[in-house]
């Protein structure tokens, strides 16, 4: 049993090296995260009218025995939304067709149900991310609020309850014993209540939002005493996001966006983006992570039912020399887009 209570013990320590190094707690981060906000913020949910659904996965510092990988799934609808005037993207979506000539997308036939109007979000978030002989699980709820500003403005309101549950990756863990009872003690595993709400603004054009996970502190141990025992708590983290598209000629429309991070004791990091966007079907980017790496994205959208993204990081920090970069890719399916509309959260 010493044994094994050493072998957490340097698991742990790796582990929270790890978390230092990349500059966040607890919480993973992801390179496209313009591709999915929905990790950022609950107030994206139910920005749209259909069934966003994402799927993605991040191999952290490839190379290193025991980097953090992560993945997802999340899906949200709205409920009650009717007008189609504060879809975000530049263009129409036949604008290349036959005139190729830009502009703003308007609904094909105006009624009194497109009038701007307030309307509810849901959605659900699934994350798993393990790091070493360290796992984590979330499981949330989210729901929205969309009240109209003005005919082309709304301010989203939004929550996300759920558990996270905190365990040992065993794969990662060897006992002198095989037959072990302590490889399946529950006192290795702790769910407990996760917490995190946030607002944001959003346009046509643009988006700004702030959002707090993890509200409530949540104390856990893997045991309640002894050596084993390894005290920790759910950090607050917060986080501040916002971007502006503009055209830049017929064909082509560019993103910046900025993400802000805070999660005390940590400094506060920042991820700046840019993509640039060839007929609202492909696009290139980049971004740099402060004191972590910098990125190069690129993806394509089909039909504005299906759209692929892939990133990979250049690792600037000291883990560089016994790494070799990070992959990421997300996968998204826009369900039940009878009308075709772009997705907000890749055409801002």
């Not at 919480?27 to 496209?32: A, D, G, K, N, W």
């Not at 929205?144 to 005919?151: D, E, I, N, R």
């Not at 005493?225 to 390894?230: A, D, F, H, M, W």
């Not at 600037?316 to 509309?341: I, Q």
Request: aromatic share 12%; charged share 15%; no cysteine.
């Amino acid at each position: 049993m010493e044994k094994l209570f050493r072998k957490v013990s340097l698991v742990l320590a790796l582990v929270l090296l790890l978390m230092v190094e990349s500059r966040a707690q607890q919480i993973p981060h992801y390179s496209q995260y313009t591709l999915n906000p929905l990790l950022l913020n609950p107030a994206i949910s139910g920005t749209d009218n259909y069934l966003d659904v994402r799927a993605g996965y991040r191999n952290q510092w490839v190379g290193l025995e025991g980097a953090p990988t992560s993945y997802y799934l999340s899906g949200h609808m709205s409920l009650g939304k009717l007008d189609y005037n504060s879809t975000p993207t530049t263009f129409r979506p036949q604008s290349f067709s036959k005139t190729k000539s830009r502009a703003q997308w308007k609904p094909q036939h105006k009624s009194t149900l497109q009038k701007t109007r307030a309307h509810h979000g849901l959605g659900a978030l699934i994350q798993v991310d393990q790091a070493a002989g360290l796992k984590r699980t979330d499981a949330q709820l989210l729901y929205a609020y969309h009240l109209p500003l003005s005919a082309n403005v709304k301010l989203a309101a939004g929550i996300a309850a759920g558990v996270t549950q905190y365990g040992l990756n065993w794969e990662h863990l060897s006992f002198t014993n095989p037959g072990d009872p302590v490889t399946s003690a529950n006192d290795y595993r702790k769910t407990r209540p996760n917490l995190g709400v946030g607002l944001m603004a959003y346009g046509d054009r643009f988006y700004a939002g702030v959002s707090l996970a993890q509200i409530l502190p949540a104390p856990f141990s893997f045991r309640a005493s002894g050596p084993g025992q390894t005290p920790a708590s759910q950090q607050r983290h917060l986080f501040a996001h916002g971007g502006y598209r503009f055209a830049a000629g017929r064909q082509f429309s560019v993103l910046p966006s900025l993400v802000l991070k805070y999660a005390s004791p940590s400094p506060l990091s920042f991820d700046a983006t840019a993509k640039v966007y060839y007929r609202d079907q492909f696009w290139l980017g980049g971004t740099y992570r402060h004191h972590d790496a910098a990125v190069a994205m690129a993806g394509f959208q089909l039909k504005q039912r299906l759209h692929l993204g892939y990133a990979y990081d250049f690792t600037t920090s000291a883990l560089g020399t016994v790494s070799h970069g990070s992959h990421e890719v997300v996968l998204g399916l826009m369900l039940r887009n009878t009308r075709g509309v772009f997705s907000p959260s890749q055409y801002w």
